[in-house]
């Protein structure tokens, strides 16, 4: 017996177009589209007209798990992921121990096996204990699984052993991913340097320690040809960056998260530097910074959204915004506050193109399943009502990080249904 959608409406990701179709899953397949399939026997679910969209994939979550289950688990952080119409997650390793071993590997895989509500996708670190100073068996954890590896929540300081690591990587078809932060520029630094940290008397990340260590992997990538990904991109020289070196056919590309295409200082100035709520690394920009992003991601320099879902305890969220955790979650209504924003509000962006950046082009970018609602193919599906609309509730998620700035924003586009390899993971 398969599981049959029936009555939606499935978007066409070439045209744009809502076309009224059915879709039936068979085991872990897309086995037919069409315009009326029988029940026959499958489960049912009727959609009423609801929109069919491929399944989430996000490039760039912290589950926490092994080490901060206080903050997050495999399972609370999949729920939410299911919850917000995601199919596929990619873990970073700055756990405690870090995933920087294939044995790190395998644990992460059994626990998502028994405990998980999407897929998976664990990144290996690049170097040991994402100390910096030591590089990982990079074979050996492609080998066991590592999707990518990558030392986020810490840039690799040196050139020589970032180098290495992109050669080896090349070699093997492993992308590169970084987290771009000269810790020299960086310092001791909380929100962005500009004119609001001044006036707040907060040390400022200034946009020159993203944006120089993004040109010196660039130009590290075209030496090995290495594949490289540039994480959560903030910054508008870095934007213009990645532009160039796509223009010179470059194997690199880039995401950027919601809360840098949307917000900027402005909200922390408005708080008076007292809400660690609004604590992000890298750090709301300036409104020029936003505008780059925004523009990247529409001429397509930026090619997918992840969300940097980064759970922290209330308690740790409380401290003086100096000292807290760097931090936003996201999982639960990404794909809603973008909707809304980009799509509803301002028309800037189409829905199908809002969806390759959530979908499409991350199986693409990564060469992962999915992306695509098709006959054949796996089933990963999700189901969203474009017209319901109702507030980001913290107090309602299922992740245990309760820290946003966008707690309280109306938005639409809500996830009704999750189905991950045939699976339903979530249903409202």
């Keep these: 017996m398969g599981l049959l959608l029936k009555g939606g409406r499935l978007l066409n990701l070439e045209t744009g177009s809502l076309e009224s179709l059915d879709v039936l899953v068979e085991g872990s397949t897309i086995s037919r589209i069409a315009n009326s399939i029988e029940a026959d026997g499958h489960e049912v679910v009727g959609l009423d007209g609801l929109t069919i969209l491929p399944g989430f994939i996000d490039m760039h979550v912290h589950l926490r798990q092994p080490g901060f289950e206080g903050k997050e688990t495999i399972a609370t952080g999949t729920r939410a992921a299911a919850r917000g119409g995601y199919t596929k997650v990619a873990c970073m390793p700055n756990t405690r121990p870090v995933l920087d071993t294939p044995e790190q590997m395998k644990y992460v895989y059994e626990v998502t096996a028994r405990e ?7 990144y290996g670190a690049i170097t040991k204990g994402e100390l910096g100073e030591e590089l990982t068996d990079i074979a050996g954890l492609r080998s066991a699984g590592a999707v990518a590896i990558t030392d986020d929540g810490v840039g690799v300081q040196s050139s020589s052993l970032m180098r290495e690591a992109m050669r080896i990587a090349a070699s093997l078809d492993v992308p590169v991913v970084i987290h771009s932060e000269d ?48 994480c959560h991109i903030s910054d508008a020289w870095s934007v213009e960056l990645v532009r160039w070196a796509k223009s010179m056919g470059l194997r690199v590309t ?175």
């Excluded at 998980?116 to 664990?122: A, D, E, F, R």
């Excluded at 020299?184 to 120089?212: H, T």
């Excluded at 509803?344 to 962006?349: A, D, I, M, N, V």
Aim: aromatic share 6%; net charge negative; proline share 6%.
């Design 116 to 122: 998980g509500s999407c897929t998976v996708l664990p």
């Design 183 to 230: 810790e020299d520029l960086a310092k001791d630094g909380c929100m962005n340097e500009g004119v609001v940290s001044q006036r707040l008397g907060l040390p400022g990340i200034p946009g020159l320690a993203e944006s120089a260590m993004i040109a010196r992997d660039i130009l590290l990538a075209q030496e090995t040809g290495a594949h490289l990904h540039v």
């Design 254 to 428: 880039t995401e950027v998260t919601p809360h840098h295409l949307l917000l900027t200082e402005s909200i922390i100035d408005a708080t008076d530097g007292e809400d660690a709520n609004m604590k992000v690394n890298p750090p709301l920009r300036a409104e020029r910074d936003r505008l780059a992003c925004l523009n990247g991601l529409l001429d397509g320099t930026i090619d997918m959204i992840a969300t940097d879902h980064a759970p922290h305890t209330p308690e740790e969220k409380q401290r003086p915004f100096r000292t807290a955790p760097f931090g936003f979650v996201g999982l639960e209504f990404a794909f809603s506050v973008l909707y809304t924003e980009l799509v509803e509000k301002s028309g800037s962006l189409p829905l199908h193109e809002l969806v390759k950046k959530f979908a499409t082009n991350p199986a693409e970018v990564f060469n992962l399943s999915g992306g695509r609602v098709v006959e054949g193919g796996i089933a990963d599906i999700t189901v969203v009502d474009l017209e319901a609309e109702r507030v980001v509730a913290p107090d309602e998620f299922y992740s245990k990080g309760r820290n946003t700035p966008f707690a309280g924003q109306k938005a639409k586009g809500w996830t009704v249904l999750t189905v991950n390899e045939g699976r339903i993971t979530y249903q409202a």
